[in-house]
């Protein structure tokens, strides 16, 4: 992955700051789903949200050509199989992060970035990114021996995004970003579980 310097990441508006003292409760939403809660006495709502670092820049931009990659890939499975689990494995890649580069690519716009130029795929080594020889031969695989290639490439591309996100946890500190990356953490081990189940069950 790329190593640069982040310049300056906009400063969030400041949100308006409110100690709670002994006036009426007040209520704190919780996550989508859950119930809200009572704030406690002196527990300031409404705090800041904390600036975007070098580490959040870094992970936008390296996922983005990450992800398309990916895309790149399950656009193969239609004309090239007709297993079903494969299909769906490879649908639900798709809807989930053809809507993570939208929110990428507009984020990094916000920060007056540029997101990565479409034919951007190179990246570190260890990141799981397919290369060219191992697309071509995607490319050219059918039935059983197409399946098995792209489990087998997806798995290692997963396993990739998974410590992209991990990084990223480790060390951002944007509130949407890491929540991006606990959605790529959680999502992708899943998967990676279900293709290496798949993949055992293929003929020899």
């Not at 090239?80 to 649908?91: E, Q, S, V, W, Y």
């Not at 695989?141 to 399946?147: K, P, V, W």
Request: proline share 8%; glycine share 8%.
């Amino acid at each position: 992955m790329t190593t640069f310097v982040l310049a300056a990441c906009s400063q969030p508006p400041a949100q308006p700051v409110s100690p709670i003292g002994t006036e009426a409760p007040v209520l704190v939403p919780g996550s989508p789903g859950a119930p809200a809660r009572t704030a406690t006495p002196g527990e300031r709502i409404g705090q800041p949200p904390k600036a975007a670092v070098a580490s959040d820049v870094r992970f936008a931009e390296a996922m983005i050509p990450h992800h398309r990659q990916a895309l790149e890939m399950t656009s193969l499975v239609n004309d090239r199989t007709t297993t079903p689990a494969i299909r769906a494995i490879a649908g639900a890649i798709t809807a989930a992060q053809t809507p993570e580069i939208k929110a990428m690519t507009g984020w990094l716009t916000a920060l007056g970035r540029q997101a990565p130029a479409e034919h951007a795929h190179e990246q570190a080594p260890g990141y799981g990114m397919a290369t060219t020889q191992e697309l071509n031969a995607l490319r050219a695989a059918r039935g059983t021996a197409f399946d098995r290639l792209f489990l087998q490439l997806m798995t290692r591309h997963h396993q990739g995004a998974v410590k992209m996100a991990g990084e990223e946890l480790a060390n951002g500190r944007d509130q949407r970003m890491r929540m991006l990356a606990k959605d790529v953490y959680s999502g992708q081990s899943i998967e990676i579980a279900r293709m290496r189940e798949l993949l055992k069950s293929l003929p020899s």
